[in-house]
């Protein structure tokens, strides 16, 4: 085997260093240092009384571990296309989750859009080059959403947008973030984008919720909720 330059004086330094608190751990045991030796006794207690209280309640089945949302376990919880599609799933008022045209209405009211009567929602939408994350298309109204998580925008990626679906009816153009974030990229458009958060769209969700009987809300109405007041309450 091939060692690197040093590589045995290191090894040799750092059995030095563990020999030097090593004796300095047996003399703090042996009470040479009687208040520091008392300190780690009652470092020991506590120690031994967690491990105890972890015994009990591992056998009453309440330690528990892992993510906290079935999207955190998947890896999906920072995907700005899995949260966009999740929440393009609950504007829809047909859909299956159970919250009717709460989540709908909760985002006009955000926006000051009055989005009554039909809705079509659409996720990555295309026009020529760039892609809408969500447009959600009214009856003259339109919502175009762009969503960011941790990326940044791509160049003049605001600007792209409004100009090419800046001729539906009624246009409004919302930037998505964790946090209160400034776009970049509209230049020409900054007057048209309106900014708002993931924590915003977890409050009017969780308002929806309290509306509804909660046996006719889907599992993953909860789940989505949960992922966005965990990790994205910026």
């Known amino acids: 085997m ?3 330059a040093g590589s045995l004086d290191d090894v040799a330094g750092w059995a030095l260093r563990y020999n030097d608190a090593a004796s300095e751990w047996r003399g703090l045991i042996a009470g040479e240092d009687v ?3 008392g300190l780690v006794d009652r470092w020991r207690d506590t120690f031994e009384e967690a491990q105890r209280e972890e015994r009990r309640l591992v056998a009453a089945g309440q330690w528990v571990g892992g993510p906290p949302t079935l999207l955190a376990a998947i890896g999906q919880e920072y995907r700005e296309a899995a949260m966009t599609a999740a929440l393009g799933w609950l504007l829809r008022p047909d859909g299956q989750h159970g919250l009717g045209r709460a989540v709908i209405d909760g ?4 926006v000051g859009v009055d989005v009554a009567g039909t809705v079509r929602v659409v996720l990555e939408e295309v026009r020529h080059d760039t892609r809408a994350d969500l447009v959600v298309y009214g009856s003259g109204w339109t919502l175009i959403v762009e969503a960011k998580t941790f990326s940044s925008e791509r160049p003049r ?3 792209r947008i409004h100009e090419l679906w800046g001729r539906e009816a009624g246009p409004k153009f919302v930037f998505l973030t964790r946090g209160e974030r400034q776009p970049v990229t509209a230049r020409e458009s900054a007057d048209h984008w309106h900014n708002h958060t993931w924590r915003q ?6 308002a929806a919720l309290v509306k509804k009987d909660a046996v006719t809300i889907a599992p993953g109405v909860h789940d989505y909720l949960m992922t966005l007041e965990i990790f994205h309450d910026a």
């Open 2 to 4: 091939t060692h690197g």
């Open 35 to 37: 208040g520091v030796a």
């Open 107 to 110: 985002l006009g009211a955000v």
């Open 157 to 159: 990626q605001l600007d």
């Open 201 to 206: 769209v977890a409050a009017f969700i969780r």
